[in-house]
């Protein structure tokens, strides 16, 4: 019984590793882009530059509440101006200070000043205001840039997703010509056993199933490249080793018209909201320079404890003073300073128009993108059936002796590339229709249109 426990469970932990693995669901579209949203470290970083501007918004309000600062200073001097002072605040001053010896010669005197300073701007020439809104829109322009990354990332994850997808179904292909290919070596061989066909029939065949041999090869590399892919788009290793989800069968649906989509793309860009976010920050920075020629204004309050001894008798005070500055010249640096924010908010403006240009080419080009990948698909569709129909017409002539091998060999290469070049239409269609919603700016979770997963897919969910 002893012996027949530790069997049973040494086969257990054999068997334990390998049971999730072969459990593991398909990984579905939805799931990938949802995994990339939590591991992606470039989200991280664009949501940690969210924060740091959120820290930038309390910093600029503190400028408009009061400032309250403690010093404690010790000095211990022979200086007749620093003695005199330290006693007169200690209210320690005795008569004999005054005699001209005492007061050229003093002996060296020690202070303890304690103070506690109050500071409260009163005017500071529309600098602290311009500033906390500068800071607010700089907070939206990372908000902007985030967004901004968590679409390309999810444009990555698409693009890995699909090209997993089209590697796989590729190496399916190529395997299944493959295996076809040892079939008609092995009756080409048949042939040439009972004298139907001559020895070039054979090495005919025998280099068609070498090339095979390659392009299977070439195919099984470019699945792992495509496994590495969906891995680093993720963000999170081995995720790409789990069975994926069914391939779409259907393509992606038609594009509107241009001039409606360059609407939702002036809409919904956030590149395009965080450039302009950026044109009104610097245009609050003309403002700025604009208004720094005025004067400030504070108001001061200290409160001041002077000892000689810590804790000893001490003699204490208080000051309060209304502080007004106002500069007449500064070597025409404010003035230069205007000049900077004009150029500044003027070059932002181009950048805008740039941005918009390029939108637009963006846009056009992903939705002709989006239209060819369906024509592509839908004549590839027809030529899938036509060179399969070919395929086994030329198959069974062979068989009879009516056609050459060559014809055979060519019409199999003939229906491969047929099946290759659908699949590549096919996937082509959602990879444009995922560009053209990058382009767009509505690009915030899997794509619209035919699920990639099935009935599967509706198990994980919109990404958020």
């Not at 395009?272 to 108001?299: D, F, G, V």
């Not at 810590?310 to 007004?324: E, K, R, Y």
Request: net charge positive.
């Amino acid at each position: 019984m002893v012996r027949l426990f530790l069997l049973s469970g040494m086969f257990l932990l054999c068997l334990g590793p390998l049971a999730p693995a072969a459990a593991a669901p398909p990984l579905t579209l939805e799931e990938a882009v949802l995994t990339a949203l939590r591991h992606h470290p470039g989200l991280k970083a664009a949501g940690l530059e969210v924060t740091a501007a959120q820290a930038e918004v309390a910093k600029a309000r503190a400028r408009f509440l009061p400032r309250l600062d403690f010093a404690e200073t010790y000095t211990y001097s022979n200086s007749p101006s620093q003695v005199f002072m330290s006693k007169l605040n200690q209210r320690r001053f005795a008569g004999e200070d005054f005699l001209l010896d005492n007061l050229n010669h003093p002996s060296p005197y020690g202070n303890f000043r304690s103070a506690l300073t109050l500071s409260q701007p009163l005017f500071q020439a529309g600098e602290a205001a311009l500033g906390y809104q500068q800071a607010r829109l700089g907070r939206e322009m990372a908000q902007a840039q985030a967004l901004t990354r968590r679409q390309e990332v999810i444009f990555q994850v698409i693009r890995a997703y699909f090209g997993l997808h089209l590697a796989r179904e590729r190496h399916r292909v190529i395997r299944q010509a493959l295996e076809t290919a040892r079939r008609h070596r092995q009756l080409v061989q048949q042939r040439y056993d009972a004298g139907a066909v001559i020895r070039a029939d054979v090495l005919s065949a025998e280099v068609h199933l070498a090339k095979m041999k390659q392009e299977e090869m070439s195919a099984a590399a470019q699945v792992g490249v495509g496994q590495s892919a969906l891995d680093t788009a993720v963000g999170k290793p081995d995720t790409a080793l789990r069975p994926l989800a069914p391939a779409p069968q259907e393509p992606a649906p038609l594009p509107g018209a241009v001039e409606e989509l360059l609407k939702t793309a002036h809409a919904r860009r956030p590149d395009l909201r965080e450039i302009r976010l950026a044109a009104q920050s610097a245009h609050k920075e003309t403002t700025k320079a604009r208004l720094n020629h005025l004067p400030r204004a504070k108001l001061v309050a200290e409160y001041e404890v002077d000892q000689r001894r810590l804790f000893g008798p001490s003699g204490d005070s208080f000051t309060v003073m209304a502080l007004v500055h106002f500069n007449l010249f500064n070597g025409l640096a404010d003035l230069a300073r205007q000049r900077q924010a004009a150029a500044r908010e003027a070059k932002v403006r181009e950048l805008e128009r740039e941005l918009m240009d390029h939108i637009r080419h963006q846009v056009t080009e992903a939705a002709l993108h989006l239209k060819t990948a369906r024509e592509r698909y839908q004549v590839a569709n027809a030529v899938v059936a036509e060179a399969q129909e070919s395929l086994r017409l030329i198959r069974l002539r062979y068989q009879e002796g009516l056609t050459l091998l060559l014809d055979l060999l060519s019409a199999e290469d003939a229906a491969k590339e047929a099946e290759l070049r659908r699949l590549e239409a096919l996937f082509d269609t959602h990879l444009a229709h995922a560009g053209l919603e990058l382009a767009l700016g509505t690009l915030t979770g899997p794509p619209a249109g035919p699920s990639p997963g099935g009935s599967e897919a509706s198990d994980t969910g919109a990404a958020p």
